[in-house]
C-alpha cells in the first residue's frame, strides 16, 4: 500500500471530501477566470444580444426554485388549517408547530421508488408530471409580483396566461391515459371535460374587464387598477359579475374542492394520479398547489389591485446614507448587536431561575434578530416600492389561498352532470351577459364623452 | 410469480424456460406470457346472468370497484358495468369477509356465543349480542331484572347513537365532504369511551348475559353520560347544520336511489331505510319488547324514500334516543342486573326467535337447542345483508361518483353481511 493510499484510508469522510472539493472549486475558478479573461467580451456580446432569452431562461429557474418552497408553503397550511376546521390538531411532530413536514413529505417522495405500472405507456407515463409542473411554471412567467418585478411583460400576457394554463389538460390526459388503470383513465378524462369546459367561462368573464383596461399586459391591468390609491379602483368593484364566474372558474381550473372530482378519492381513488408514486407524485403534488396559488395570484392581479396597497400609503421617506453616520455607523454595526443580544438576554437569566446563561442568549441572541428584521422590513417597506408591492401582492395572494382551503374543509363535491351543466348553463350566459353589459357600458359611455356639448 | 432464492454469489442463474427475471429485482420470475388482460371473471360464466353481465356492448366497460376501494364499507367488490361515467349493471361480490359465524356458534356454549356473534356488525355490537341473548332468554324462559332490562335499553340506545353519527359523517365522505366524518367521530368517540367505562370495551362490548347484562352502572359511565347529554343535541344539530344547509350537498343527495314503499316493502327492508319510505315500522313499537312500552317516543318517518330523507331520518332517529336515554335514566330502578340462572345452561329441546330493532334494522337470531349447552343452531337475519340487495336495483343508472353514495346511504356493514 502505497503512502498515497495509506493517507487516504486515514481521512474521515469530511476530510474526503474536502479533499475533493477545494482542488476541484480551485480549477473550476481558474478556468473561468481564464475563460472570462480570454473570451469575456464575446460572451457578454451573446449575452446582451440575446437578452430576452437571458431572461427568460432566468426568470424560469427562479420561478422554479421559488415555487417548490411555496407549494410546500401552502401544503403545511392546508394540512394545519384543515385540521383545525376539523378539530384535529394537524401537525406537531418535524419542526416547531410541524411546520417542516411538507419538507420531510418532499424528501420521501424523493427517497420513494418510482414504479411504473407494467403495460404502461412508459415513456409519456414519465413526461405527464413534467408537462403539468412545467406548464404550471411556465404560466407564472407573466405574473407581476411587484412593481418591477416579473418575468415577461408581454402585451398579450392575459393570452398567454390562459394559453400556457390550459396546457395542463395534457399533462393530466397523458398521465391518466398512459397509467395503464381505468380509475387513472377517468380522472384524465374528467380533468380533460372540466378544464375545456371551464376554460370559456374563465376566460369569457375577463374579456369585459380586457374592454375597460384596454390592454392585455398583466402589469397594464394592474397600474390602472391605482388611480386614487383605494381599493374601490380594484376591477373587483367595477366587474362584480365578471369576477364572481372568474372566482369559481378559477376554482374549477385549480381543481379544488367542490370540483375537485379529477382525484376524488371517494369515488376515482386518486384520478389520473392513482398510479404514480415517487417523485413523479411528487411533481404532481407540487403543481397542484402551485396552481392553487396561480390561480390566486391571477385572480389579485385581474380583480383585486395587483401590488397595489387597499390605501394610499402616506409619502414617507427615509433613506439613511451610511456615509452621513459617521461615527455612529461603526456604533450600529459593531456595538448594537452585542448590546442588544445582552440586554434582552438579561430579563431571561435575571428573572427565570431555572434559566441556563447560554439559553439565554439564544433566547436573547432570537429576540433581537426579530426585533432587527421587524425594523429592517419596516425600513424596506417605506423606502423600497418593490418590497410593498410584494408584501401587497404576495398577502392577497394568501388570503385566496386560505380561501381555497377553507372551501375544502367545507364543501362536498358536486356531480359531474352538475359540474357540466353549471358551466354551460349558467356560468357561460352569464359570462357574455357580463361582456355585452360592459361593452354597451363602454360604447355609450365614449359616445357620451364624445358627443358635443 | 415466483420467488426463489439467488445464489449467494455470481450472477444469478437463467431464468427457468418461459420466464424471465424482473428488471427491478433479479430474485422475482416473471411468465413470458402473463397476459395483463385477464378477463373478469377469469373462468367461463357459470349462470346465464353472468354470460349477459360478462359481454360488454358497445362502448361499455367493466370497472373493479373494492375490495380495496377507499371508499367501499368494509370489504364489498362492486363489478360495475360503465358506458362513460353511467353504471349500466353491477355485479356485487361479497364473502371477503366471511367467518363462519353461525358455524362457530354451534360449537360453542350458550354463554361463548355472545363473543361470537359480538363482531358482526362491529358498529353496533350491543345489537348483535341483544337478539341472540334474547332467543336464549325465550328458550329457559328465565326472567330478566328490570334494572338490567333498562341498563340494556340505555346503553343500546347510546350504541345506536354512536352508529348513526357514524353513518352521518361517512355519508358526506362519499359525497366528497371532508369535516363532517371527523366531527361525528368526535361524538362517537364520546359515546365510545362512555361505553368503555361501562363495559370494558371500546368496539366489541360482549356486555349482555343470559339474564341480564355484565356489571352495573358505575361512576365514570355516569359522569360521561351526564357531561355529554348536557351538550348532545346541540353538538350533533350544530355539526351536522353543515350539511342539511348546504347546497351541494342536499342537491346531489335529494333524488338520488329512490326506493318507494313497495319496493322497500318486496325487498323485506326494515329500519331507517323502511321508515324513510313512511312505513312506520319499529319493532319497538310493533312488536315491543323489553320496557320499551314504558317509555314514551316517536317514530320518525319521512316519505321521499331518497337518500337525503334516510339521512335526514337517521337524524331524527338520534334525537329520539336521546329522548329514550333521558327516560331511562328518570325510571332506573335499583335491583339485581342478572337473574340466578346455573354456571352451565341446557335449556329443554326448543326453538325461539327473537328480534330487536337496530340501528339498520331488525336484528333478528332463531336458536334452536337440542338439549345440550351448545346451541343446534343460530340463525343470524341481518339487515345489512337485506339491504345491501337493494343496490342490484338502484345502482344502474347511477353516476359512477353516486355508487358510493347510494350504497352508503344503505348503511350496510360488511360483518354483518359476509358473517
Known sequence: MTVVARTWDRLTLPGKALFILIPLLGVLTLGLVITIALFGQQILDILIFNLPIVRFVFSVTILMLIFVPMAFVIIYMEMKIIALMNLRIGPDRVGPWGTLLSTVHGLKVLMKEDFTPGKADAVVFTWAPVVVFSTAVLSALVLPFAPGLYGQDMNIGLLYFFAVGGMTVVGLLMGGWSSFNKYSLIGGLRSAAQIVSYEIPLTLSVVGLVILAGTMSLNEIVIQQSRTGWFTDWFMFRQPLGFLIFAIAATAEANRTPFDLTEADSEIVAGFATEYSGMRFGFFFFAEYINVFIISAITVVLFMGGWNAPFPSPHISWIVDPGSLGLWLVILIAIVPVVGTLALAAPFYLFRSKTRWWVALILGFVLFNVIAGGIFSLWAYINFDWVAGLFWFVGKAFALVFLFVWMRGTLPRVRIDQLMGFAWKWLLPAALLNLFVTAAAVLVIDAMKAAPK | ?419
Open chain 2, 1 to 419: 410469480m415466483t420467488t426463489e432464492t439467488a445464489p449467494r454469489s455470481g450472477e444469478p442463474r437463467p431464468a427457468p424456460k418461459g420466464t424471465h427475471r424482473s428488471t427491478d429485482d433479479p430474485n422475482v420470475l416473471l411468465q413470458d406470457d402473463y397476459d395483463f388482460y385477464e378477463p373478469i371473471p377469469p373462468y367461463t360464466p357459470r349462470t346465464e346472468r353472468e354470460a349477459e353481465f360478462y359481454t360488454l356492448g358497445d362502448g361499455e366497460m367493466f370497472l373493479n370497484m373494492g375490495p380495496q376501494h377507499p371508499s367501499t364499507h368494509g370489504v364489498l367488490r362492486v363489478v360495475l358495468k360503465l358506458d362513460g361515467e353511467r353504471v349500466v349493471d353491477i355485479d356485487p361480490v361479497l364473502g371477503y369477509l366471511h367467518r363462519g359465524v353461525e358455524k362457530l356458534v354451534e360449537n360453542a356454549d350458550y354463554h361463548q356465543t355472545i363473543s361470537q356473534v359480538d363482531p358482526l356488525e362491529y358498529i353496533s355490537s350491543l345489537f348483535c349480542e341483544w337478539a341472540p341473548v334474547t332467543a336464549y332468554e325465550r328458550l329457559l324462559d328465565v326472567e330478566v331484572p328490570r334494572r338490567a332490562e333498562y341498563i340494556r335499553v340505555l346503553s343500546g340506545e347510546l350504541n345506536r347513537i354512536a352508529s348513526h353519527a357514524l353513518f352521518l359523517g361517512w355519508f358526506a365522505l362519499d359525497l366528497g365532504g371532508l369535516t363532517p366524518i371527523l366531527w361525528s367521530f368526535i361524538e362517537r368517540d364520546e359515546i365510545v369511551e362512555m361505553l368503555a367505562a361501562l363495559t370494558g370495551q371500546r368496539m366489541l362490548f360482549n356486555y349482555f348475559r343470559i339474564g341480564g347484562v355484565n356489571g352495573d352502572l358505575n361512576h365514570e359511565f355516569m359522569s360521561r353520560l351526564g357531561d355529554w347529554m348536557s351538550r348532545a343535541v346541540g353538538q350533533i344539530e350544530a355539526g351536522m347544520g353543515l350539511l342539511n344547509e348546504n347546497e351541494i350537498f342536499v342537491r346531489r343527495a335529494a333524488g338520488l336511489g329512490v326506493i318507494d314503499t313497495e319496493m322497500a316493502l318486496r325487498y323485506c327492508m326494515t329500519g331507517p331505510n323502511l321508515r324513510a319510505t313512511g312505513v312506520p315500522f319499529d319493532l319497538r313499537r310493533t312488536h315491543p319488547y323489553s320496557i320499551y312500552p314504558e317509555l314514551e317516543f316517536d317514530i320518525p318517518t319521512r316519505t321521499e324514500g331518497d337518500c337525503l330523507a334516510r339521512y335526514l331520518l337517521r337524524m331524527e332517529e338520534i334525537k329520539q334516543s336521546i329522548r329514550i336515554i333521558d327516560q331511562c335514566l328518570d325510571k332506573m330502578p335499583d335491583g339485581p342486573i342478572m337473574a340466578k340462572l346455573p354456571r352451565l345452561i341446557r335449556p329443554r329441546p326448543g326453538r325461539a326467535w327473537s328480534g330487536v330493532e337496530g340501528p339498520r334494522g331488525v336484528y333478528g337470531a332463531y336458536a334452536i337447542s337440542d338439549g345440550t349447552d351448545q346451541p343446534f343452531r343460530l340463525k343470524i337475519h341481518d339487515p345489512s345483508f337485506i339491504h345491501l340487495q337493494a343496490v342490484g336495483a338502484l345502482l344502474p343508472g347511477c353516476l359512477l361518483a353516486d355508487c358510493m353514495a347510494v350504497m352508503a346511504s344503505l348503511d350496510p356493514i360488511m360483518g354483518g353481511v359476509d358473517k
